[in-house]
């Protein structure tokens, strides 16, 4: 069982940054493999990141490479997402979860997270 609660997100311009948080609890954190996704209003949730359990393999949409960085610290049962060059097509409201395998599929992942909502302002 993983219990994950994300953070960080917040309103910012155009161009900006923010760092999204992820805490788990529960004792197999580190070896499930972890994702973000994103649901925008009156959109479809959709995947943005994935990360295996140590960090080896990460995959990134594209809309998102190149700007966005997933990572973990298994230590501190965090998973992150790095949002760099912000663009008012990124607003949402991003949610983690945990899979057993990376995966770009919700149906992939047991475990999730209640979302943390990022506006980006043009």
């Known amino acids: 069982q993983v219990q994950l609660v994300e953070s960080g997100g917040g309103l910012v311009q155009a161009g900006g940054s923010l760092r999204l948080s992820c805490a788990a609890s529960?004792?197999?954190?580190?070896?499930?493999?972890m994702g973000w996704f994103r649901q925008a209003p009156g959109e479809e949730r959709e995947f943005v990141a994935t990360?295996?359990?140590?960090?080896?393999?990460?995959h990134y949409t594209t809309s998102v490479e190149g700007r966005f960085t997933i990572s973990r610290d298994n230590a501190k049962n965090t998973v992150y997402l790095q949002m760099n060059n912000l663009k008012p097509e990124d607003t949402a409201v991003y949610y983690c979860?945990?899979?057993?395998?990376?995966?770009?599929?919700?149906?992939?992942?047991?475990?999730w997270g209640q979302g943390t909502p990022v506006t980006v302002s043009s």
């Open positions: 979860a945990a899979a057993l395998i990376p995966s770009v599929g919700l149906a992939g992942y047991d475990y």
């Open positions: 529960g004792r197999s954190f580190s070896t499930h493999a």
């Open positions: 990360i295996s359990w140590n960090g080896d393999i990460t």
